[in-house]
Structures are given as structure tokens and as C-alpha cells.
């Protein structure tokens, strides 16, 4: 059964009186409290304000600009004054030593003053190109070491001001404790202010822009133009793509572009009129000879840029060859492109003084410059290599070039072939051979392809390896052969074996030609050169040379220009591949050219101090190599002589004859009974009408022919005799009569003793 609930009445609530008490208050803080707070306050400005001073939040890029051009400034000037001084204590000591020559006094002779003549015109060609050259505006690389420096020092400054600070709050505390407190109240002042200064409220606000108009007045009118806003700094990461192109917007010349924006805008407008597929242009520079940015294409490759740099030269209003695009292997869809107004090398170093035997052949040394700044450096070390070039193409300089390097070396003989012109004229004092007729050219190529084979065999026992080890005791041969297209078919056919064998035995050809198809080089060998180099030529010669593909990579030296009469033009200028060390890009270089005058101090300072012989061991071990069958001589059935030889391999005496080059040292074949044993040799087979002899027939005719003088002589000793005049051993004679292959002694060669 359900009961019912009570309901109680709710007791009524009391009245309160809220008005009746005043809530408690917080109690007011202490002093004390107060001053930890507002120390806390300032110690947090003063640590953002000292971090964003060590880190550089204060040097904005006018600043880090000026600072980084007063440091190449200030390198300059140093540089500038070190070489007037070394180019005037270079013409004093050559006039000490022309005085010292005129008076016959001791110290004083040709050679010294020759000497003192040479460092003289390099010393002072180095002070005009160093005084030609400008101050460039300092490079991003530049610009961040600055800002580095700058943050670096300030770090020194905050570490050694604590550690000095110390030091001197100590002395300020003794020398209150001994009554002078003048110090520590100086000091206590001095760190109030100083405290007062970093703790207040910090606010960094944006750094200011650098001015792009900052440029040396030597440049193109373009770099003069003042900044329409928005401006970079010098090398500036500025990117703008196609979809921030106004549709209206119409293409204009690049004198119209003074800031990186306008210039990616310029770059951009002009690539869209002409159906280009640029879509982002970035890394935009500004360099002395006009502009440098890196484009992106969106579909296909930089290819389409190459093909359209005629059009595009058009719309920036550009010199022929004004747009150089450089695609990126790294970045396959990317390229360097470079429009040039001005001439890219015009600054560029000259080369450095090289001393007589200063370097190895294994050194690599400068020859040029790229369009991009970059050096030119390589080593010839076992590397055979191909300089193609039209007439007018520089061939001739780029070989002085490089043969000014090698005969600065200690371990190395240079030799020097032109079947046309004159080759190394200039450095003729430092080579050791000179040719130029075709039976000189082919005597000098038999004798080294013949050298370079026993090498192969010499290697093991003289503890090389597989590769020969060049020292001024075993020394390397560079052979530069220039205008091989003019050579001989039998010299051109040399040159192609020596290429096959010669790299490992440091015996190499540094060729040149006009062309380089095998109508030219007699083979189609220019893609198997290691190191190929082309300059102003036929596109037909960039893609025999660089590849078939080459001109859709960049490369592109059918579109420099030869010299003329006049104006030198792209003269000297290259695309290049395969150096030892360095990746094949498209890039232009400049191989520098030196002057005729100090090539021919260079040559005569190496001279005196020494040219060298081949090692006698390679000598030796040239007698065991089998010449090359079209170089034989051919015999009918009978063994009549049918065709005589071609060349004849000569002894290294008789090609210094032949090539009329100084003799070895102790090699003169003075008179005595020596000579007269190659001359009656000679005589007895002219008047037998035979070009050869065998030892015993030979010596059988000679006692015949004077039998008081070669009577009594042996064998044995008529061939030492003979070896005593530089004839060497026996050679191998071919067919005569029943005997195969007897071994005796060449009129020829004979001859070429006298």
C-alpha cells in the first residue's frame, strides 16, 4: 500500500546584505618583487637584442654589400702593390745584371741577363693585366663570407668582453677594498649604461634592400639603369614563373630590364612570343658583360631554347651570339642562360709566370677561362688529344698555350711537327725537336710509335706498373702536331697507331686540324681522342668531334666567329671535352693567349736551364720492336729490293741530325777513325749501287777498299766502331738473296750520322 509523501515547508533563505562588506584586495607588490619583474623584462629584450646582433639581424644587404666590396677592394689594392714592387725589383735586378754584362764583371753573362729579361716582361705583363682588370661587384659567395666575417667577430667580441669584463670587475673590487673606488664606480656606471641599452624594448624591423644600380661605371648601359623597385641583391634567388605574366604584357629588349624581376619578366615575355616552354626563371645575376639566370622549361628539354636563340637574340635586341644557353646535366630540365652584351673574357687573369722545371707533367696548369669565370685547367698526362678549329680559329695560340705549360716541366721532352706552318715558333728554344718537312714528320712519328711499343714491354722490369711513370730520369713525350690535315698519308697513318698505344707510355700527340671529319684526320678517329677540343668551325665539325647529339646538348662553336686580319673575334674560343678531373658541360671557354715576346723569353730561360734526351733504357729497348709492316721495304720473289722503305727508324742521334737539333751532349761525331768508318761505309755502297749491306759483306767491301785502315778489323769490333759513331746495333734488312732477314747497316742511316 502506497503511502503518502509528507511535503515539509522550505525553511525561508536569510536576507543578505551584499553591500555590507568590501571584498579583500590583493596585497600591492614589494619592491622587491617589482624589480625582479621588470629585471626579467629586460633581461628578455636584452637577449633578443643580443642574439639578433649576433646573428647578423642588423646588417642588412646594403650593408653586407658594401662590406664584402671594401674587402675586394682593399684585396685588390694589396695585390696591386705586391706586383709593383715585384715587377720593380725584377727591372732592378735586370738592370744591375746589363750593367753587370756591358762591364764583363763577374755574375754578369748572356744567360743571366736573358733570364733577368724574361721575369722582367712576365712581371710586368702580369701588372697590366692586373691593372686592366676591374673590381667586379662582389659574388654571392662573396656577400656571405662577409655576413659570415661579420657574425664571427661579433662572437669574439661577446666572448673575449665577458672574459675581459671579469678581469676587470676583480681589479675594480680590489681596488676598493684598498680605498681607490674611483675604478669601481667607472666601471658600475659603465655596465649600467650599457645594461640600460641592450635591455630596452627590442622591435627589429625589415631590413633594407640593396640598391641594384650598384655597378662599376665601366659597364654596358643596361647595368646604369636606376631600380624601378622591387630590387635584389646581387645574385638573389628570384623566381617568377609564366602564371604571374599579365596577359597583355608584351616582350621588350633587355635594356629595359634593370632589376632581376624585369629581367625574369624580359626573359619570360620574350619566350612566350616565341613559343619557347620557359615556365621559371631563377638565380638571376647581373655580370659585367650583362645578365646570367637559370630557366626551366616545362615539357621537352633546353633543347628548344638552342634551337630558337636566333629569334630570341632578336627580341632582347641582342648581338649574334648574345643568348648562350647552357643545358645542366645535373638538372635535365634547366639551363644557364647568358645574354651577353659585353665580352664575357675581357676580365679574365692572365697567365701565371711558370719557372723553368717548376712543374711535373702530371701537373695540371691554366691554359683559359670559362664564360662563366671559371679556370681552364688540365693535365696532358697520358692524354692524347684533338683541337679542331676553321682557319682563323686560334688552333696555333691554343697550342702555345699548352706547350707553354708542358715545357715548364721538369720530365718532359716536347716535340713540335707542322707540316705547313710554323708551329711552336715562339717557344722553338725550349722544344727539342723541330719538323717540318714530311721526311722529318715521319722519321719523328716512326721513331716514338716505335719508342712507345718497347715501352709497353720496358714497364714490368723497370717496376712501373701498368702505366709509365714519368721523372726527369724517364721523362714523358708531348708531340704537338699541328695542321695534320697538311701531313703526309704515311704521317697521318703513324699518327693514328701512336694514338693506339702511345697514352700508357706518356707518349702523346696533341694534334690540331681544320676539320674534323676523316677527310681531314685521314680516319674517322676524332670521336676516340680522349680530349677533344672545337672552335669556331662547321656544325658538321661539332658533331663529328663532340658527338652527333652535341649541338641539342649546347655545345656550340659553329657559332663563334674565326678572326680576320683585323679583329680577332671569337679567335681561341672552345667547347671542350674529356679534361682529367672535370664533368663535360656545354660551356665556352677561353684559352689565353700569350704574347710572342714573353713566349720567346719563356723558351729561352728553359732552354738554359736544360732540355732533355730519352731515358737509355727506352732507347735500348727500341731494338727489340718490330717496325710496322708499311714501313718495310718490299722484295720480289728473287729478293730484289722492289720498294724501298718509305721512312727509316733512325737512331735518336741521326733524328736530332735530320731535324737539325743540337746533338746530346758527348754525341758530336768528330773526325777520327770513327767517322771515317761511316764515310767509307757510305762511299762503298754508293759505288756497289746497294741502300744496305750485311755486317760481313760490309766489312768484306771496306777492307777491300782501304785495306790498311780495316785489314786486321773484326767483326766485333768494326761493329763497335760503328756504335761508337751513334749507328747502334745491326738493324734487321729484309730479303737478300737465300737469307730471309740478315741484319746489317742502312746507307740512309749512315748518312744521316754526317
Not at 676516340?528 to 663532340?546: H, I, Q
Amino acid at each position: 500500500m502506497a503511502t503518502e509523501t509528507e511535503y515539509q515547508p522550505y525553511e525561508p533563505f536569510e536576507p543578505v546584505d551584499w553591500l555590507a562588506e568590501e571584498p579583500a584586495k590583493p596585497a600591492e607588490p614589494s619592491r622587491a618583487d617589482r624589480a625582479k619583474v621588470a629585471f626579467k623584462e629586460q633581461r628578455g629584450h636584452a637577449a633578443t637584442r643580443t642574439k639578433d646582433w649576433l646573428a647578423g639581424g642588423d646588417l642588412d644587404q646594403v650593408t653586407v654589400f658594401e662590406l664584402a666590396a671594401k674587402k675586394k677592394q682593399r684585396k685588390y689594392d694589396s695585390g696591386l702593390t705586391q706586383q709593383e714592387r715585384t715587377a720593380a725589383e725584377a727591372r732592378a735586378r735586370f738592370e744591375v745584371a746589363k750593367t753587370q754584362a756591358e762591364a764583363s764583371e763577374k755574375g754578369g753573362n748572356a744567360s743571366s741577363l736573358a733570364g733577368y729579361a724574361g721575369r722582367t716582361a712576365a712581371a710586368e705583363a702580369k701588372l697590366e693585366q692586373l691593372r686592366a682588370r676591374p673590381v667586379l661587384p662582389p659574388t654571392d659567395w662573396e656577400i656571405a663570407a662577409a655576413r659570415t666575417s661579420k657574425k664571427a667577430t661579433r662572437a669574439a667580441i661577446v666572448a673575449g668582453g665577458g672574459l675581459g669584463a671579469m678581469s676587470v670587475l676583480g681589479g675594480a673590487i680590489e681596488q676598493a677594498a684598498t680605498g681607490q673606488p674611483m675604478l669601481l664606480a667607472v666601471v658600475t656606471t659603465a655596465a649600467g649604461y650599457g645594461w640600460y641599452l641592450i635591455s630596452r624594448p627590442f622591435v627589429r624591423g625589415q631590413a633594407g634592400e640593396a640598391p641594384f644600380g650598384m655597378a662599376p661605371a665601366s659597364l654596358p648601359a643596361t647595368f646604369q639603369a636606376e631600380p624601378t623597385g622591387g630590387a635584389m641583391g646581387v645574385g638573389s634567388h628570384v623566381v617568377m614563373n609564366v602564371e604571374q605574366l599579365a596577359d597583355d604584357a608584351k616582350p621588350f629588349p633587355l635594356r629595359g630590364a634593370s632589376t632581376p624581376e624585369r629581367l625574369a619578366e624580359c626573359v619570360l615575355l620574350a619566350a612566350r612570343a616565341e613559343n619557347v616552354p620557359i615556365v621559371e626563371v631563377s638565380d638571376v645575376t647581373r655580370q659585367p658583360w650583362g645578365w646570367q639566370c637559370t630557366v626551366r622549361v616545362g615539357e621537352g628539354t633546353p633543347e628548344a631554347i638552342i634551337s630558337k636563340a636566333g629569334d630570341l637574340e632578336t627580341r632582347f635586341d641582342l648581338k649574334t651570339n648574345g643568348v648562350r644557353p647552357q643545358p645542366l646535366r645535373a638538372r635535365r630540365a634547366c639551363a644557364i642562360l647568358r645574354l651577353v652584351e659585353g665580352d664575357p673574357f675581357a676580365t679574365a687573369p692572365g697567365l701565371p709566370y711558370r719557372a723553368p722545371k717548376s712543374l711535373s707533367i702530371t701537373d695540371a696548369f691554366r691554359i683559359g677561362t670559362s664564360v662563366g669565370g671559371d679556370p681552364l685547367e688540365l693535365s696532358l698526362a697520358g692524354v692524347m688529344g684533338l683541337w679542331v678549329a676553321a682557319s682563323g680559329g686560334g688552333k696555333t695560340g691554343i697550342l702555345q698555350a699548352l706547350a707553354e705549360g708542358v715545357t715548364a716541366c721538369r720530365d718532359n721532352i716536347t716535340i713540335d711537327l707542322d707540316p705547313f706552318g710554323d708551329g711552336l715558333e715562339d717557344l722553338g728554344d725550349a722544344v727539342r725537336i723541330t719538323a717540318r718537312s714530311n721526311e722529318q714528320i715521319e722519321a719523328v712519328l716512326l721513331f716514338f710509335l716505335v719508342m712507345a711499343k718497347g715501352r709497353a714491354r720496358l714497364r714490368a722490369k723497370l717496376g712501373m706498373g701498368k702505366k709509365w711513370k714519368p721523372s726527369p730520369k724517364h721523362p714523358a713525350v708531348t708531340i704537338f702536331f699541328d695542321e695534320l690535315p697538311k701531313a703526309s698519308t704515311l704521317a697521318k697513318r703513324l699518327y693514328n697507331d701512336l694514338l693506339l698505344v702511345g697514352r700508357k707510355e706518356l707518349i702523346v700527340v696533341e694534334a690540331a686540324s681544320q676539320g674534323g671529319q676523316s677527310s681531314y684526320l685521314g680516319a674517322n678517329i676524332a670521336q676516340m681522342v680522349a680530349l677533344k677540343a672545337v672552335g669556331p668551325c662547321k656544325v658538321e665539325d661539332t658533331r663529328s668531334v663532340l658527338g652527333d647529339g652535341s649541338v641539342k646538348e649546347g655545345y656550340l662553336p659553329h657559332k663563334l666567329s674565326p678572326a680576320t686580319q683585323t679583329d680577332p673575334k671569337d679567335a681561341g674560343h672552345i667547347f671542350i671535352q674529356g679534361v682529367p678531373g672535370m664533368a663535360d658541360e656545354p660551356i665556352e671557354y677561353a684559352v689565353h693567349e700569350v704574347p710572342s715576346a714573353v713566349l720567346r723569353q719563356l723558351g729561352q730561360e728553359r732552354l738554359e736551364a736544360g732540355l732533355l734526351d730519352p731515358d737509355q733504357d727506352s732507347l735500348d729497348a727500341m731494338r727489340g720492336v718490330d717496325l710496322p709492316e708499311y714501313v718495310e721495304p718490299e722484295y720480289d720473289k728473287d729478293g730484289d729490293l722492289k720498294k724501298p722503305a718509305p721512312v727509316e727508324l733512325l737512331t735518336w742521334e741521326q733524328l736530332l741530325r735530320l731535324c737539325d737539333a743540337e746533338p746530346p751532349a758527348g754525341a758530336e761525331l768528330s773526325d777520327g777513325p770513327a767517322r771515317a768508318a761511316v764515310e767509307d761505309a757510305v762511299t762503298v755502297m754508293e759505288k756497289a749501287g746497294v741502300d744496305r749491306m750485311k755486317t760481313e759483306v760490309l766489312l768484306a767491301a771496306l777492307q777491300e777498299y782501304d785495306p790498311d785502315a780495316y785489314g786486321e778489323l773484326g767483326v766485333d769490333e768494326f761493329k763497335a766502331l760503328l756504335k761508337k759513331a751513334g749507328a747502334g746495333a745491326p738493324l734487321t734488312l729484309g730479303p737478300i738473296g737465300e737469307e730471309k732477314n740478315p741484319r746489317g747497316f742502312k746507307r740512309d742511316r749512315l748518312r744521316h750520322l754526317l
